[in-house]
């Protein structure tokens, strides 16, 4: 056993897969065997593997400027083109950019900025966060306390109480629906939950919603149509501010340039960005919000003499050069329109797989999917057992998806993949299944 404790592991496993090296959409072991990364490495290399181009970038901002913090106001180039970009981008208004390092601490940077901006306009007690049953948002001490699934709960103490996080329903309808319920009525219960919610806990007291706009980690989750609409009106209604995790939505994955778009959520408050931001080449995340969020920090700012957040790699210039190349590669190699066309032909093409007796739900948008396994579909009786093996059936094949949610594998494959690289993923994934069974 080596000295590494391995992340999201069971930590009395050891070694599981050593990968040596990648090109395109494959990457190989040790041996030389070759895979095709169907969950692009995880959910993060957009641009796949080896792409010289972005290798040559970083290569050369190492060369030229290797480091540069960003505190007190000392920048450089990259950093400042990168938020202007995304700031152009991002269906957020005047939006400001804070950047950091990884999704967890995104989310990090979004509570604080959320306690500075409601203690800069007189609103202390405006606090709490409401997040959502089987919601990832990373794994921090304050992020983690938003994410809900039971294996980053237990035994750290979390959630951390004196955040204030409040639960709320899961928008899957497949698992959460009451018999014969139908999804519109579904969208109404759920959403009267949340209306509920607030006015129990007192809609001054809370700051903002969160939710992935596809939830990701815990079984790429698409919400009924009308939900978002719902679940936004009711937030105004209460002056709840909308906060889009987009760290595994972002940047085309949903088939448009964000999740949000997808599933038609309207101007968010905030957004989350991390892993494709850079195409995984370099680590770099961005908590953006809206502008006259901003304002008020300003002077808030001025009374302590200092906005006390930063990280030592905030701003990057390698990172944030890297994420620049990537962003215009996407866009010039018209790679949104082919996570748009190509991911609407891998949906097509596993809704194939929605017949066979072992599969209860097919669902995903673009180039994020997930197939549901079942030991029954009547009573719909999560198979965790037949998707271990369908998951270790596609290793041993020369694919890798991820078992997410116990029973779901999940393939979320690099934006560059083609149509016949899909037929080559889906193909293996079935052929995998079959012998699983
Ligand atoms: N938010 C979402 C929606 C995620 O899917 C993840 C990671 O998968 C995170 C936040 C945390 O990002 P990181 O692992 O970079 O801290």
């Not at 960003?70 to 990259?78: D, R």
């Not at 959630?159 to 629906?177: E, M």
């Not at 009711?234 to 889009?244: G, R, T, V, Y």
Request: glycine share 8%.
């Amino acid at each position: 056993m080596s000295a590494v404790i391995y992340p999201t592991t069971n930590l009395s496993a050891t070694e599981q897969l050593l990968f040596e090296r990648g090109e395109g959409i494959y990457v190989y072991d040790q041996s030389g065997k070759q895979y095709l990364e169907g969950l692009a490495g995880l959910w993060c290399t957009g641009l796949g593997y080896g792409n010289r181009e972005l290798i040559d970038t970083i290569s050369s901002q190492l060369a030229t400027l290797s480091f540069s913090h960003t505190f007190g106001g000392k920048s450089h180039q990259p950093v400042i083109d990168l938020a202007d970009k995304l700031a152009g981008m991002v269906p957020v208004d005047k939006a400001m950019v804070f950047f950091g390092n990884s999704g967890s601490d995104a989310n990090d940077t979004h509570i604080k900025l959320l306690r500075y901006y409601f203690n800069a306009i007189g609103k202390p007690e405006k606090r709490k966060i409401i997040t959502r049953e089987r919601a990832y948002h990373g794994v921090t001490v304050a992020a983690g306390s938003l994410t809900s699934l039971p294996a980053n709960l237990a035994h750290f103490d979390a959630p951390l109480d004196a955040l204030g996080i409040l639960r709320t329903d899961h928008p899957h309808y497949y698992r959460g629906a009451k018999p014969g319920e139908s999804e519109a009525d579904f969208v109404a219960r759920i959403t009267a939950n949340l209306e509920q919610l607030i006015l129990s806990e007192g809609p001054d007291t809370i700051a903002a919603f969160i939710a992935e706009p596809i939830t990701g980690a815990s079984g790429v989750i698409v919400p009924p149509a009308g939900y978002y609409e719902a679940v936004q009106a009711i937030l105004e209604k209460h002056d709840i501010l909308f906060w889009a995790d987009e760290v595994i939505t972002g940047f085309g994955r949903t088939g448009k340039l964000f999740g949000c778009e997808t599933v038609n959520i309207q101007k968010p408050a905030m957004m989350t960005f991390a892993k494709q931001l850079s195409s995984a080449y370099y680590p770099i995340s961005a908590s953006v919000i809206r502008g006259d969020l901003y304002e008020p920090m300003i002077s808030a700012s001025n009374e302590v003499g200092v906005f006390g957040h930063g990280f030592t790699y905030s701003g990057h210039p390698v990172a944030c050069a890297a994420a620049l190349k990537t962003l215009e590669i996407y866009e010039r190699d018209g790679l949104y329109a082919n996570a748009a066309s190509v991911g609407e032909y891998l949906q097509s093409r596993l809704q194939e797989f929605a017949d066979m007796e072992s599969v209860g739900e097919v669902r995903g948008a673009g180039l994020l999917a997930a197939v549901e396994l079942v030991s029954n579909r009547d009573d719909r009786t999560p198979d965790v057992d037949l998707a271990k093996r369908a998951t270790l059936a596609c290793q041993e094949n020369g694919l890798i998806v991820r078992n997410v949610a116990g029973n779901a594998l999940a393939v979320c494959p690099p934006l560059i993949i083609t149509r016949e690289q899909v037929d080559e993923m889906v193909d293996k994934l079935r052929r995998s299944l079959e012998q699983a069974l």
